[in-house]
């Protein structure tokens, strides 16, 4: 059974390397162009319904488990999993429609992403110490995710911000921009679904051993057997 459970991750982690490599070798031999099938930043495309899969994946689990909950006694508490469940669903609305772009607010949107992720872990901090203790393996692989969707999803972005726009022509000599730009979309897209795959891997073994917990506790318990 472990083995089942697991052999989905590198299927979804190859499919991911090979959907940005796409990108950027169209982006090469078109001459900045991407092809729109495989266009990391257009709508609908396959990279784009890939992360919006996966946000929906992220959000409706933690949901589900907020509207079947049992046992309180079991991290996480109903209201983490709320929390979790509408915002990953909105991030998952946001990716699907593009909604930064169409209202042409990209930082504004990024603005209000990392504002609410800072805020959970202080609304939620005692939640998350009680989940480490509960599952510190799957607590560890959830936020190797979130360490790596942040790199990818806002270093990346810095580091073309403040050091490949302003400073090409002395660390990439002639290269064309878009040669430069198309290698750094590719690691900053499959770093955002490279994270977001390890987060969802590590929510779904804490809802496993959740569920397995809560049928322990209120499974009935077996009379010992009578003395003759």
Not at 91 to 111: R, S, Y
Not at 153 to 168: D, K, S, T
Request: glycine share 6%; hydrophobic share 45%; proline share 7%.
């Amino acid at each position: 059974m472990p083995t089942q459970k697991s052999r989905w991750l590198p299927v979804v982690i190859g499919l991911e390397i090979s959907l940005v490599t796409l990108y950027a070798l169209t982006v090469l031999r078109n001459g900045g162009e991407p092809h729109p099938l495989f266009d990391v930043n257009g709508f609908r495309t396959l990279p784009s319904w890939l992360q919006a899969t996966q946000l929906f994946l992220i959000g409706a689990l933690p949901l589900w488990l907020c509207l079947t909950y049992r046992n309180p006694k079991v991290p996480p508490s109903r209201s983490l999993l709320a929390f979790a469940g509408v915002f990953f669903l909105c991030a998952a609305t946001d990716e699907l429609f593009k909604l930064n772009i169409l209202f042409n607010q990209h930082q504004l949107w990024k603005f209000i992403y990392l504002s609410v992720a800072a805020a959970a872990p202080i609304l939620f901090h005692r939640d998350l110490v009680r989940l480490y203790h509960f599952h510190p393996k799957a607590m560890r692989l959830v936020g190797t995710g979130i360490l790596i969707f942040l790199i990818g999803g806002f270093g990346l972005e810095l580091f073309r911000r403040h050091i490949q726009e302003p400073h090409w022509y002395r660390f990439f000599g002639r290269w064309q921009f878009y040669q430069v730009d198309a290698i750094r979309t590719a690691f900053e897209e499959f770093g955002e679904m490279l994270g977001e795959t390890l987060l969802l891997k590590g929510m779904i073994s804490l809802a496993q051993k959740r569920q397995t917990t809560v049928s322990h506790s209120t499974s009935p318990k077996p009379y010992p057997a009578s003395k003759i």
